[in-house]
């Protein structure tokens, strides 16, 4: 292994779960918008119009480095006409079973 792969898989190693799991949902998340852009043939400047938002935005989202909110998660659901997170629904007192990458599986169907 070379010099550079070993610094990355050290790196790596030293990360926190909880920040490789916020980086996995990141990318999930922004997989998924452009996963329906393209289903609904919609351009992202049709996004920003939709969503009241520029087309700078939009490219943040799609960039997998937003930390978005659930306001903005709403707004994009709400012009895409599909839900952007999945949350399984559980009954009082009870845990619905799921893992964090349900979204990744879904908008992974849709970058072949």
């Given at each position: 292994?070379?010099?550079?792969?070993?610094?990355?898989?050290?790196?790596?190693?030293?990360?926190?779960?909880?920040?490789?799991?916020?980086?996995?949902?990141?990318?999930?998340?922004?997989?998924r918008i452009d996963?329906?852009?393209?289903?609904?043939?919609?351009?992202?400047?049709?996004?920003?119009?939709?969503?009241?938002?520029s087309e700078a935005?939009?490219?943040?989202?799609?960039?997998?480095?937003?930390?978005?909110?659930?306001?903005?998660?709403?707004?994009?659901?709400?012009?895409?006409?599909?839900?952007?997170?999945?949350?399984?629904?559980?009954?009082y007192g009870e845990?619905?079973?799921?893992?964090?990458?349900?979204?990744?599986?879904?908008?992974?169907?849709?970058?072949?």
């Amino acid at each position: 292994m070379n010099k550079a792969a070993q610094m990355f898989h050290q790196i790596l190693d030293e990360t926190p779960e909880s920040l490789k799991t916020e980086i996995d949902l990141s990318f999930a998340v922004a997989d998924r918008i452009d996963a329906l852009l393209k289903r609904k043939g919609m351009t992202q400047k049709e996004l920003a119009r939709l969503t009241h938002t520029s087309e700078a935005a939009v490219c943040k989202w799609l960039s997998g480095t937003h930390n978005f909110t659930f306001s903005t998660i709403g707004k994009i659901s709400a012009a895409l006409g599909a839900p952007i997170i999945i949350v399984p629904a559980s009954t009082y007192g009870e845990v619905a079973e799921t893992t964090p990458t349900m979204v990744a599986e879904d908008a992974a169907e849709y970058r072949k």
